[in-house]
């Protein structure tokens, strides 16, 4: 399967406890994008990234989020102390390079905070 | 601030007929769109996008019309399958590639048999 590649697929976390979420994009790129979708809202953007670089984080919220894409293995989305409003699915998308618009999704990662 | 807006949030057609999902923007910054449909707890899955410098583009049973004008843009299904039966979404772009894309909230489109 050379697609985008989530897990978990679900994840349940206590308020206050850590949430990592990870990708692996698709053979041959090197960008990922991760985008939030809340229940009956579109997916907003939240960061994206190339290897060992942030290229834009203005959709991240200020506290609590951070993202990494390090030269081996898969990109982080790190939520540390979650609260309910995390509750969402967290889609990541990768792209081949800079030249290129579109973007391909993965299954998600559906997280749960109670 | 809504920079890319889907009006309807549902549609309802019969299968053969045609489908036609609208989106429109106000960010004149845009200059590249997507179309992407998703299925229940999946990931959107891309089908059809196009530039600003063309006002139209076809794949198959898909074609998206961009009206820049009127920043509005389409996405037409002809014909319709109940396979189609799936929330859409409209994306944009805005000033260089590989950058960020702003969604619109969705139409749920379901195809009757």
């Known amino acids: 399967n050379a697609g985008v590649m989530q897990n978990p697929r679900h994840l349940v976390r206590r308020r206050g406890q850590e949430a990592r979420l990870r990708c692996s994009p698709m053979k041959g790129h090197s960008h990922v994008y991760w985008y939030r979708q809340l229940p009956e809202e579109g997916l907003k953007f939240m960061v994206y990234?190339?290897?060992?670089?942030?290229?834009?984080e203005s959709g991240m919220p200020k506290e609590r989020f951070s993202a990494e894409f390090p030269k081996e293995g898969p990109s982080i989305l790190r939520i540390q102390q979650v609260v309910r409003g995390d509750s969402a699915a967290y889609f990541c998308?990768?792209?081949?390079?800079?030249?290129?618009?579109?973007?391909?999704f993965g299954p998600g990662t559906r997280l749960t905070v109670t | 601030d809504q920079q890319v807006k889907q009006n309807s949030p549902s549609l309802s057609v019969q299968e053969g007929r045609i489908s036609i999902l609208n989106c429109d923007y106000t960010?004149?910054?845009?200059?590249?769109f997507l179309w992407y449909k998703k299925y229940p707890a999946e990931g959107p899955t891309f089908l059809i996008s196009i530039s600003s410098i063309k006002d139209k583009n076809e794949d198959g049973r898909f074609t998206v019309f961009l009206n820049k004008s009127a920043k509005h843009l389409s996405l037409h299904i002809v014909p319709s399958q109940p396979g189609d039966s799936a929330v859409y979404f409209c994306?944009?772009?805005?000033?260089?590639?590989?950058?960020?894309?702003?969604f619109g909230e969705g139409t749920q489109l379901t195809v009757n048999p």
């Open positions: 990234l190339q290897k060992e670089n942030i290229i834009d």
């Open positions: 994306a944009a772009s805005a000033g260089t590639s590989g950058s960020r894309l702003t």
């Open positions: 998308a990768s792209g081949r390079d800079r030249s290129s618009y579109e973007q391909y």
């Open positions: 960010n004149s910054m845009f200059d590249y």
